[in-house]
């Protein structure tokens, strides 16, 4: 039986955020220069979730250390050109050095569970492990890795579906979905009361995007209390498809 290789302990959690992002922060690291230490406030225009996942990813990479002091690696990748060969060369070492695990396995037969399982032993659980293997089959994939169609389609399968490239929402007829929408119809509910009373001044909710491989985040800062009519409707309207959405992609 086979088993799962030893990882070293001074990984961290890998790379989850999506690759156009880290593709994004690298370029924009290209045009605007190279500092000798690195923090959120290098991409300004990003959430504060995506500097942070910038911030841990490039730790994973060992593109800067923990004190965020820029390393050679980095240098060595800003000063490719984008979509180049080299820049292809440099991210494949770089990849080839932090996911030693993941290339211990033969990539051209190895299927979505064994390389779910490496990715587990660096850390990685729950909806940010299926990100960071995503993560992995992108770069892999744009440095030219060999990888079974296991890992490239089944990928494929879950980014591009539908065919026709809308998204599916058979999730948002469901009965469970169905139910909620009707019970917020009557808001004197008992059921009604309840999910109101779970909710304080500020509340924030983000959902991960499979098919833009990004992130969604609705926020408020409204009295729940004094929703009426189309405001109620909308609101809820709009939390019960992000659920809905968010637990499909549990189940997938």
């Known amino acids: ?15 989850y955020l ?29 959430s504060g979730g995506e500097q942070s996942q910038i911030i841990s990813g490039f730790k994973f990479l060992k593109l800067i ?24 060369q440099v991210l494949g070492d770089i990849l080839r050095d932090r996911y030693d695990g993941v290339f211990a396995l033969n990539l ?11 990715i587990s032993a660096y850390g990685a ?10 993560f992995f089959i992108k770069a892999a994939e744009y440095c030219g890795v060999e990888m079974s169609a296991r890992l ?4 494929r399968s879950r980014s591009e579906s539908p ?34 009373d779970s909710y304080s001044g500020r509340a924030v909710k ?17 009295n729940p209390f004094e929703l009426n009519g189309e405001e109620r409707k909308l609101v809820y309207d709009i939390i019960d498809l992000m659920k809905a959405y968010e637990e499909n992609e549990t189940a997938s």
């Open 1 to 15: 039986m086979a088993t799962t290789p030893q990882m070293t302990s001074d990984k961290g959690i890998p790379v």
């Open 18 to 46: 999506s690759f156009r992002t880290f593709q994004a922060a690298v370029q924009s690291l290209r045009a605007h220069g190279l500092p000798d230490k690195l923090d959120r406030t290098a991409w300004q225009s990003r």
């Open 65 to 88: 250390d923990e004190n965020e002091l820029t390393q050679p690696s980095l240098r060595k990748l800003v000063d490719t050109a984008e979509n180049s060969k080299e820049e292809k």
């Open 108 to 118: 051209k037969t190895a299927t979505i569970g064994a390389l779910g399982e490496v």
């Open 125 to 134: 659980t729950g909806s940010t492990r299926q990100r960071a293997v995503r």
């Open 152 to 155: 490239t389609k089944g990928l």
């Open 163 to 196: 065919a026709n490239g809308e998204r599916d929402t058979t999730e948002s007829t469901s009965p469970t979905a169905i139910t909620s929408r009707r019970r917020r119809r009557h808001p004197n509910s008992e059921t009604a009361g309840n999910q109101a």
């Open 206 to 222: 983000t959902i991960s995007l499979r098919n833009v491989e990004g992130d969604l985040t609705l926020s408020g800062t409204f």
